[in-house]
């Protein structure tokens, strides 16, 4: 993945409560155990996203966290800016040298500079709402594959 496993752990609890917003507090145990991130961990990924504004957090006994707006509202850049934080002012050269820009290019600086972009404008309008449509579907789909092996591996009666 092109982000950390802090972003990925992050894209995944959130997902995690889109994918549950119906069903109120969620604990911080359960989207551990989903997704299967430590939880220790993944308890200072939800502190950071709720400071963030993209999570609420509920503490006591009937405590929980949950989503802090509708799952159509929040971007995935968004969450990976809450754990990255915020894109640097000025372009990082992806290969780490230490002048790169329009000016003065690295060897991938044009090659980069159009998936990079396509990456941000991609992260930037795909919603939390539909990357959880989305696995919704990709689920149905992986549950009809063992079912489909089964038909094609029984032989076809004479």
Same mark, same amino acid.
């Given at each position: 993945?092109?982000?950390?496993?802090? =972003? +990925?752990?992050?894209?995944?609890?959130?997902?995690?409560?889109? *994918?549950? +917003?119906?069903?109120?507090?969620?604990?911080? @145990?359960?989207?551990?155990? =989903?997704?299967?991130?430590?939880?220790?961990?993944?308890?200072?990924?939800?502190?950071?996203?709720? /400071? @963030?504004?993209?999570?609420? @957090?509920? $503490?006591? $006994?009937?405590?929980?966290?949950?989503? =802090? $707006?509708? =799952?159509? +509202?929040?971007?995935?850049?968004?969450?990976?800016?809450?754990?990255?934080?915020?894109?640097?002012? +000025?372009? /990082?050269?992806?290969?780490?040298?230490?002048?790169?820009?329009?000016?003065?290019?690295?060897?991938?600086?044009?090659?980069?500079?159009?998936? $990079?972009?396509?990456?941000?404008?991609?992260?930037? @309008?795909?919603?939390? *709402?539909?990357?959880?449509?989305?696995?919704?579907?990709?689920?149905?789909?992986?549950?009809?594959?063992?079912? *489909? /092996?089964?038909?094609?591996?029984?032989?076809?009666?004479?």
């Amino acid at each position: 993945m092109l982000y950390s496993k802090s =972003a +990925e752990y992050a894209i995944q609890a959130m997902l995690y409560l889109a *994918e549950n +917003e119906d069903k109120g507090l969620v604990m911080v @145990s359960s989207v551990a155990e =989903a997704y299967n991130i430590p939880r220790h961990f993944l308890a200072k990924l939800v502190q950071i996203l709720t /400071r @963030s504004h993209l999570i609420k @957090s509920y $503490r006591g $006994r009937n405590g929980g966290i949950k989503l =802090a $707006r509708h =799952a159509g +509202e929040i971007t995935i850049l968004q969450i990976v800016n809450a754990i990255e934080g915020p894109p640097p002012e +000025e372009e /990082r050269c992806v290969i780490g040298l230490d002048i790169c820009s329009d000016d003065v290019v690295c060897p991938l600086h044009n090659q980069w500079q159009h998936i $990079r972009d396509l990456v941000r404008d991609t992260l930037s @309008s795909q919603t939390l *709402e539909e990357l959880a449509e989305g696995m919704h579907q990709k689920r149905q789909e992986l549950a009809k594959l063992p079912k *489909e /092996r089964e038909l094609q591996e029984t032989p076809a009666s004479s």
